[in-house]
C-alpha cells in the first residue's frame, strides 16, 4: 500500500478515536466504514488490518445499541477468518464470545423497548448506503481473490457477501442494477462449479428483473451478456 494512503487510514483512525471518546458514535460509524471500505480495497478482506478494522466497527455498532448490525459483522469477520486460520485458534474462539455477548445484550435489550427508542439506531440506519458500499467492496475483493485461488469456499463467501449487499440497497437506488449483476454473476460462476440448477434459475430470475431497471450502459452491457449466458445454460441443461 502506498504511503499516502497509509496515512490517510491512519489519520482516519485518529478521528474515529476522537469520535468516538466524544460520545458522537454515529459520526464515528461513518468515517469506520469509510476507513474500512479503503482498507478492503487496498490491503483486501483477508488482510490482518482489515480484520482489526472490522473489530472496531462491530464494537461501535455495539456502543450504538445497533445489536443485528454488530452481530452481522461479527459473523462476516468469523467467516472471513475461517478462511485462513484454524478452528483453534484464539481469535476464532474470541470472535466466537463477542458474538454471543452481543446477543446476550440483545435479548435484554428486547425486553425494554424504551431503551431501543433511546439507544440511537435511528442515527445508526443514515450510515446504510456507506454499509452497502462497504459489503460491495468486501464481495468483490473475495471474487478477485477467488479468481486467484479458484477454491470455491472463496466463491461462496463472496456470493453471501453480495446477497448482504442488495438486501441493504434501496429498490430505488442506482446501485440496484449492478449489485443484481454482481450477484447474478458469482451465482453463473458456481453453477459452471456445480451444476446446481438452483443457482441457475435465480441468476436468470434476478438478471430478467434486472434488465427492466435503468442502468449504466457498461453494467446493461454485462447483465444482457450474463443473462444471455445462463439462458444457454439453461438451455443445455
Not at 137 to 164: M, V
Request: charged content about 30%; glycine content about 6%; overall charge negative.
Amino acid at each position: 500500500m502506498s504511503e499516502p494512503y497509509f496515512d490517510q487510514l491512519k489519520e482516519w483512525g485518529r478521528l474515529i478515536e476522537r469520535l468516538q471518546s466524544q460520545g458522537k458514535i454515529s459520526e464515528a460509524i461513518h468515517e469506520s466504514i469509510r476507513a474500512n471500505a479503503l482498507a478492503a480495497k487496498l490491503l483486501g478482506p483477508y488482510h490482518p488490518a482489515f480484520a482489526g478494522g472490522t473489530s472496531s466497527l462491530a464494537y461501535l455498532y455495539f456502543q450504538a445499541g445497533a445489536h443485528e448490525q454488530s452481530i452481522e459483522l461479527l459473523q462476516d469477520l468469523l467467516a472471513i477468518l475461517s478462511r485462513n486460520l484454524p478452528p483453534e485458534d484464539s481469535r476464532i474462539t474470541e470472535i466466537g464470545f463477542r458474538i454471543e455477548y452481543v446477543k446476550h445484550h440483545a435479548d435484554q435489550r428486547r425486553s425494554d423497548e424504551s431503551d431501543i427508542r433511546r439507544s440511537g439506531i435511528g442515527a445508526v440506519a443514515e450510515n446504510n448506503a456507506d454499509m452497502a458500499n462497504y459489503l460491495r467492496l468486501i464481495g468483490d475483493g473475495i471474487r478477485d481473490i477467488y479468481g486467484q485461488t479458484n477454491d470455491i469456499e472463496d466463491l461462496n463467501l463472496s456470493i453471501k457477501f453480495a446477497e448482504r449487499t442488495l438486501e441493504g440497497v434501496p429498490e430505488d437506488s442506482t446501485d440496484q442494477p449492478l449489485d443484481i449483476n454482481n450477484l447474478a454473476g458469482r451465482l453463473i460462476d458456481r453453477y459452471e462449479r456445480t451444476a446446481d440448477s438452483g443457482d441457475l434459475d435465480r441468476a436468470v430470475e434476478l438478471l430478467e428483473k434486472g434488465s427492466l431497471l435503468n442502468a449504466e450502459e457498461n453494467v446493461r452491457a454485462t447483465m444482457l451478456n450474463n443473462l444471455a449466458v445462463a439462458l444457454r445454460y439453461r438451455y443445455e441443461r
